[in-house]
């Protein structure tokens, strides 16, 4: 059976026709219109984070065919009832997640196409003045302190999607290319990526492994390169775990009574030897060879469940 075409039944009334679950036409028992699809609203300066939220939801339950067109109106009665249905249905998943403020101005329809070109035409500016401004905003973004390398990352992310939209990759689109540009181009946009990302890092924690990672041929992709800073990041964390009594006892001396400043101050110190450190088997300053987990396989207890 294609997709959209209408089953008969043949149980009660075998004249009563049934739509295929799998065809775009057909709207299960929780496709309801005021089904807010989205968390994202649309206002007049995230056009772009909607559109992509909505057309992924939209894909997800085979409706956004009714958007782009690809669907085509159906001549029979029945289907044609029903493709009207489910467009006036999408037009109210869409009015849901429309900030109040800008639903004043979305004129009342019940094509979905219709609504989704007028909202496209109204917000989705593409210009060089918006592309400099991605790049601008991708130059200056930057791991600040006490910023995590995940939240670091989630905003270069976002900026690169951004930028996506308005600069798609190069591919190829006749089919016949047989020198695999397309595989080149995104690699070559990986390998971009994996520049800028290193270049925000915080220099004084990730510059030894920046270097390190620079230095292989090939280059490695950016999700390797984000997992090696993970990596990193969770070593480096383990000098905010409460010390052990018996790394202190060097510094106890028999008579003298130190104040909690003063082991602060020690603490301090043996941190920053711990930082000239460098592991020559994971590559990461804090450690030496002796001392590297990894190398010897064995976790102390305050590791807990850490990976």
């Not at 000098?239 to 003063?262: I, N």
Request: glycine share 6%; charged share 25%.
């Amino acid at each position: 059976m294609a997709i959209g075409e209408v089953a008969v039944t043949s149980q009660t009334n075998p004249t009563t026709p049934r739509i295929d679950p799998l065809s775009p036409f057909y709207l299960g028992s929780g496709d309801l219109p005021n089904l807010k699809l989205s968390t994202v609203l649309l206002n007049n300066h995230n056009y772009d984070d909607w559109s992509r939220s909505m057309r992924m939801t939209l894909k997800s339950r085979r409706k956004f065919g009714f958007c782009d067109k690809s669907v085509d109106k159906p001549t029979d009665e029945f289907m044609l009832g029903q493709w009207e249905v489910v467009h006036c249905t999408i037009v109210s998943w869409l009015r849901d997640t429309i900030d109040p403020s800008v639903l004043e101005s979305v004129p009342y329809v019940e094509d979905a196409a219709a609504m989704w070109a007028d909202l496209e035409e109204r917000f989705a500016v593409v210009d060089g003045t918006s592309i400099h401004s991605l790049k601008t905003k991708l130059g200056e973004c930057r791991q600040k302190k006490g910023m995590s390398v995940t939240e670091y990352y989630g905003k270069l992310k976002s900026l690169w999607d951004a930028l996506s939209v308005h600069e798609p990759p190069f591919a190829c689109e006749c089919g016949k290319c047989t020198c695999g540009i397309a595989a080149k181009a995104i690699k070559r946009l990986d390998n971009e990526r994996l520049h800028q990302f290193f270049m925000g890092l915080d220099r004084s924690l990730y510059g030894p492994l920046r270097n390190q990672q620079f230095q292989l041929d090939p280059l490695p992709s950016l999700n390797r390169g984000y997992h090696a800073v993970l990596q990193a990041e969770r070593l480096l964390q383990t000098d905010l775990t409460p010390p052990d009594v018996t790394e202190f006892v060097a510094y106890a001396v028999p008579g003298v009574q130190r104040t909690p400043s003063d082991w602060k101050a020690i603490r301090e110190k043996q941190k920053l030897e711990r930082r000239k450190l460098f592991c020559n088997h994971c590559q990461i300053n804090g450690h030496d060879l002796q001392s590297c987990f990894i190398k010897l396989n064995k976790f102390p207890d305050w590791w807990g469940s850490r990976p």
